[in-house]
């Protein structure tokens, strides 16, 4: 199993702020990685897919890189709307393993 | 507007059986992978399962042999048959559809509690 692994856990920021959020695989995923953003009680969204991809409706601060094991995540300029838990997510190899999730607050 | 909602969640007691409806509507259905991904109260995502759009299946290490994930194409409908439930799979299970072997779309949720 490929084990994901999410740093910081916790990342207190300021509006306005960049922000860059880590994710390492155990092994290498080449590019097979999404990016999820997940507010309180709500479903999880995808933000980023082939670790660089933007989906369908994501505004443009959001932008993801890497490759192999090593991915970021990185938001221009926070929202207050992205005060949120991010997962990353692989999808090389089954089972599809997600990382802890870093928590964006205030 | 590609829609997916579950339903069937419900308080079951340890051991016991239940199985998970997710509706889905505004895509061809039959041509998508679909999966399950639950969440623990207070915990992360943790993938369960996914179905082809060929039927094959995949199982979380921690569901197999007792999980099994299924489709009607007839009914737009994917199920998650779900016995011998533990204290530990208590969470919101979510329906997601699958863009590419990563989740495009997740239905709001559908939450099971097992207790006694």
């Known amino acids: 199993e490929i084990v994901m692994t999410q740093s910081p856990a916790t990342l207190s920021v300021s509006p306005g702020e960049r922000v860059t959020l880590s994710c390492r695989a155990s092994?290498?995923?080449?590019?097979?990685l999404a990016w999820y953003q997940q507010k309180p009680g709500q479903a999880p969204r995808l933000l980023i897919y082939?670790?660089?991809t933007g989906a369908s409706g994501i505004p443009a601060r959001f932008s993801g890189s890497g490759s192999g094991t090593e991915f970021t995540l990185t938001i221009s300029s926070l929202q207050s709307e992205d005060f949120a838990v991010y997962y990353c997510?692989?999808?090389?190899?089954?089972?599809?393993?997600f990382g802890g999730g870093t928590k964006v607050e205030i | 507007e590609v829609q997916l909602v579950e339903s069937g969640g419900a308080l079951v007691q340890p051991g016991g059986s239940l199985r998970l409806s997710c509706a889905a509507s505004g895509f061809t259905f039959s041509t998508y992978a679909m999966s399950w991904v639950r969440q623990a109260p207070g915990k992360g995502l943790e993938w369960v399962s996914d179905?082809?759009?060929?039927?094959?299946?995949h199982y979380a290490d921690s569901v197999n042999g007792r999980f099994t994930i299924s489709r009607d194409n007839s009914k737009n409908t994917l199920y998650l048959q779900m016995s011998s439930l533990r204290a530990e799979d208590t969470a919101v299970y979510y329906c997601?559809?699958?863009?590419?072997?990563?989740?495009?779309?997740w239905g709001k949720g559908t939450t099971v509690t097992v207790s006694s």
């Open positions: 179905i082809r759009a060929s039927s094959v299946t």
């Open positions: 997601a559809k699958d863009g590419s072997f990563y989740m495009d779309v």
């Open positions: 997510q692989q999808y090389d190899n089954w089972p599809l393993t």
């Open positions: 082939r670790a660089s």
């Open positions: 092994q290498s995923v080449k590019s097979n």
